[in-house]
């Protein structure tokens, strides 16, 4: 029975040893990894930064509006029209900001899309090659 296991192992080692690993190839594929994260981790932050002034804009313009609409009026048809005004000017700004974090939206889109690209494009070539060597590794065990 020992002596079964013992030859198992050599088997096993044997047929592992017929197929290199090629540990170039996955350190490219952990570099093509770490690249891609990378790049993604900037799209985000980018995209993050950009939001966060969006936001401090539009908070600083409303503040502002409001500092306008709570003064006092002589009139009580002025605090009437005082929040007319208010309400137009942000749903003005309302549609400015959101358009400008739709714009921020499809960037985002766009260079994720192309970094997904460019990634599958590179997988592509590891894979062929990954299947190259295998391919030239079987030939050579079995001409053995």
């Not at 804009?57 to 009026?73: I, R, V, Y």
């Not at 997988?123 to 060597?133: I, L, P, S, Y």
């Amino acid at each position: 029975m020992a002596k079964q296991a013992q030859d198992m192992t050599a088997m096993f080692k044997d047929m592992m040893g017929a197929f290199p690993v090629d540990t170039a190839a996955m350190e490219d594929a952990f570099k093509t990894a770490t690249s891609l994260n990378e790049k993604l981790s900037h799209v985000a932050i980018d995209a993050a930064e950009k939001s966060t002034e969006i936001s401090s804009k539009w908070t600083k313009e409303t503040l502002a509006k409001l500092g306008d609409m709570s003064k006092a009026k002589a009139e009580p048809a002025d605090y009437a029209k005082a929040m007319t005004d208010f309400a137009s000017s942000y749903a003005e700004v309302t549609a400015e900001h959101m358009a400008a974090f739709a714009e921020v939206a499809k960037k985002v889109q766009m260079d994720t899309v192309e970094l997904m690209m460019a990634a599958g494009e590179d997988a592509q070539a590891v894979v062929k090659k990954a299947t190259g060597d295998m391919t030239a590794a079987a030939k050579k065990a079995a001409a053995k």
